[in-house]
């Protein structure tokens, strides 16, 4: 199955590899917030207190886990070409393990966003006033890794359940869209901050704890309250997708 896998991750960053403007369009949508609405958001923070340092600290993890999330969730459209084109159809035919097929392209995007994410930080510190820990941007970059694992799993998932380039786009922006409003990445929501009705909906959202954790690692808390919460939810989001992934190929590929 590793010689599958890495056969299938190969394939794919190789694929990738010769066509590098997609990473780079990938995250122009950070960038873009980063440039524009980084310096509002900061004001916006200083006005409450925060210093310009902490208000980058809070703003750059949040869009790489942005960038995770919108990144990682449309690879499906990779998938429905190759299945149109019968690559899919083809792949049956194979001793190539079933799971090997979902892990192999899972590992190349989460890659993939890991390498987007290190290009964000390292802007945010050469232009603006970031200054996290070594060690915590390390640990968010994990968070990114496995963040991004789970949502190209349920991507592809999906993409193999619903077989349509009309309804597959149209269902991740109907799903991702509260995802992202209700996970405080553009503006935190807090207690103080936002209405009760609203920070309690946001308690729901997992990805609203994958952020959390993301902030707190920035700033160098590693205690248990600051990663425990955040850390388990992505873990068991991950191992679910996977399961679901790997569930979903082997029926297509029975």
Same mark, same amino acid.
């Given at each position: 199955?590793?010689?599958?896998?890495?056969?299938?991750?190969?394939? =794919?960053?190789?694929?990738?590899?010769?066509?590098?403007?997609?990473?780079?369009?990938?995250?122009? %949508?950070?960038?873009?917030?980063?440039?524009?609405?980084?310096?509002?958001?900061?004001?916006?923070?200083? +006005? %409450?207190?925060?210093?310009? #340092?902490?208000?980058?600290?809070?703003?750059?993890?949040?869009?790489? +886990?942005?960038?995770?999330?919108?990144?990682?969730?449309?690879?499906?459209?990779?998938?429905?070409? =190759?299945?149109? $084109?019968?690559?899919?159809?083809?792949?049956?035919?194979?001793?190539?393990?079933?799971?090997?097929?979902?892990?192999?392209?899972?590992? +190349?995007?989460?890659?993939?966003?890991?390498?987007? $994410?290190?290009?964000?930080?390292?802007?945010?510190?050469?232009?603006?006033?970031?200054?996290?820990?070594?060690?915590?941007?390390?640990? $968010?970059?994990?968070?990114?890794?496995?963040?991004?694992?789970?949502?190209?799993?349920?991507?592809?998932?999906?993409?193999?359940?619903?077989? $349509?380039? %009309?309804?597959?786009?149209?269902?991740?922006?109907?799903?991702?869209?509260?995802?992202?409003?209700?996970?405080?990445?553009?503006?935190?929501?807090?207690?103080?901050?936002?209405?009760?009705?609203?920070?309690?909906?946001? %308690?729901?959202?997992?990805?609203?704890?994958?952020? =959390? #954790?993301?902030?707190?690692?920035?700033?160098? =808390?590693?205690?248990?309250?600051?990663?425990?919460?955040?850390?388990?939810?992505?873990?068991?989001?991950?191992?679910?997708?996977?399961?679901?992934?790997?569930?979903?190929?082997?029926?297509?590929?029975?």
């Amino acid at each position: 199955m590793l010689r599958d896998t890495w056969l299938i991750f190969r394939r =794919d960053m190789v694929g990738a590899l010769r066509n590098p403007a997609w990473l780079l369009i990938g995250i122009m %949508q950070p960038l873009l917030y980063l440039f524009f609405f980084g310096p509002l958001l900061v004001k916006t923070l200083n +006005a %409450q207190g925060l210093s310009d #340092v902490d208000g980058w600290m809070v703003l750059t993890p949040a869009l790489i +886990a942005q960038l995770a999330l919108f990144g990682s969730s449309f690879v499906g459209f990779s998938l429905l070409a =190759d299945y149109r $084109s019968g690559v899919v159809e083809r792949l049956r035919v194979t001793p190539v393990s079933r799971a090997a097929l979902l892990l192999g392209k899972v590992l +190349a995007n989460a890659l993939q966003a890991v390498v987007q $994410s290190i290009l964000i930080i390292v802007l945010a510190y050469l232009v603006f006033d970031l200054n996290a820990p070594v060690g915590g941007v390390l640990l $968010s970059l994990l968070i990114v890794f496995l963040l991004a694992v789970t949502l190209a799993s349920c991507s592809y998932a999906l993409a193999l359940t619903l077989k $349509s380039e %009309q309804s597959f786009p149209a269902l991740l922006n109907a799903v991702l869209m509260p995802l992202l409003l209700l996970s405080g990445i553009l503006i935190p929501i807090t207690a103080g901050l936002a209405p009760k009705w609203l920070y309690t909906i946001s %308690q729901i959202n997992p990805f609203r704890h994958v952020v =959390d #954790v993301e902030r707190n690692s920035f700033r160098g =808390d590693f205690s248990m309250d600051a990663l425990f919460t955040g850390s388990v939810v992505v873990l068991v989001m991950a191992v679910l997708a996977i399961w679901w992934g790997t569930r979903t190929f082997q029926r297509e590929n029975a």
